[in-house]
């Protein structure tokens, strides 16, 4: 999905930015879904958008170590 057809999503960074732009954003909708897009497109490149059971499995599985490198 294209950023701008997210107009109006409250975008938020991490508290843990350090502002150089090298992180993701997320936007939680008031429908449950999620979106996410990488910040260093400002606001102009894709987004991914999630289900509210799709956001909790990525959630769960990035919390519990699954996208570790090994």
């Known amino acids: 999905m294209n950023s701008a057809d997210l107009t109006g999503a409250v975008w938020r960074k991490s508290s843990r930015s350090n ?3 090298n992180c993701v954003e997320v ?3 008031g429908d449950g879904r999620v979106a996410m897009r990488d ?3 400002q ?3 894709p987004a991914l ?3 509210s059971g799709g956001w909790a499995a990525f959630e769960s ?3 519990g170590g699954e996208f570790r490198r090994s």
């Open 39 to 41: 910040s260093k497109d």
């Open 19 to 21: 502002g150089d732009r």
């Open 49 to 51: 958008l999630f289900t």
């Open 43 to 45: 606001g102009k490149g």
């Open 61 to 63: 599985g990035f919390v």
């Open 27 to 29: 936007a939680f909708l």
